[in-house]
């Protein structure tokens, strides 16, 4: 599997990590469970769908970090990510926090994949 990265989401991940120590950790750990499984899997990750593009993009809501051990399932992440499977390839597109915001960037989602 080849992970690829939008610039977007490297601003992400580097002011992430500046208030979360374990999230480059965290994000080597999703890097694994992604190789084995890319798809979504429900109730953790869904496929965003009415965006009008063919690409399949998908929404983890649940991920595990161990800067939020013991402040329930619902608390810390989402990441937003392409699954190209013929190329066997994801690009990460949105890292948050979701007390930052409460649904993902459709613009950028569209501005890149359309």
Do not use: W
Not at 4 to 22: F, I, T, V, W
């Amino acid at each position: 599997m080849i992970f690829e990265e939008l610039m977007e989401y490297k601003k992400d991940l580097k002011k992430l990590s500046k208030k979360h120590r374990s999230l480059q950790e965290d994000m080597q750990t999703i890097k694994k469970v992604l190789r084995v499984s890319p798809d979504e899997r429900p109730p953790f990750s869904f496929r965003i769908d009415n965006l009008g593009i063919a690409t399949c993009i998908i929404k983890v809501k649940k991920i595990a970090s161990k800067n939020f051990k013991g402040k329930g399932v619902n608390s810390g992440f989402r990441l937003i990510y392409a699954h190209f499977e013929q190329q066997k390839r994801i690009v990460f597109i949105e890292l948050f926090h979701k007390s930052q915001k409460e649904n993902e960037d459709r613009q950028r989602i569209l501005n890149h994949f359309e």
